[in-house]
Nanobody, 123 residues
Framework: QVQLVESGGGLVQAGDSLRLSCAAS????????MGWFRQAPGKEREFVAS????????IYAGSVKGRFTISRDNAKNTEYLRMNSLKPEDTAIYYC????????????????WGQGTQVTVSS
């Protein structure tokens, strides 16, 4: 089982940037696809972005495409989410997720989850 710990959240103004990190431990990081999800108050958790085990494949939600960039460093057992041009509607708890690599499982099927990091964007 893999353990995930997010960091990097905070309070920023609209238009600012943040980089979230997710540190993984417990298993071989390069065996896992990784994802980011978010949940705003009163809303369902939603998909943000995914990256495959090698970093060679990525996919984004339409609402963040062009503003957010997912990446990973397998040598550091860490995935990242670079968020640019932040908007108030990006305010949410951001969760890191992992699954044993299988890109055919689609955007939302993940098995392991972090505790989340809060991102708040003021207008």
């Amino acid at each position: 089982q893999v353990q995930l710990v997010e960091s990097g959240g905070g309070l920023v103004q609209a238009g600012d940037s943040l980089r979230l990190s997710c540190a993984a431990s417990g298993r071989t990081f390069s065996n896992y696809d990784m994802g980011w999800f978010r949940q705003a108050p009163g809303k369902e958790r939603e998909f943000v972005a995914s990256i495959n085990w090698s970093g060679g494949r990525t996919i984004y939600a339409g609402s963040v495409k062009g503003r957010f960039t997912i990446s990973r460093d397998n040598a550091k057992n860490t995935e990242y989410l670079r968020m640019n041009s932040l908007k108030p509607e990006d305010t949410a708890i951001y969760y890191c997720a992992a699954r044993v690599t299988n890109w055919d499982r689609g955007e939302t099927e993940y098995d392991y989850w972090g505790q989340g990091t809060q991102v708040t964007v003021s207008s």
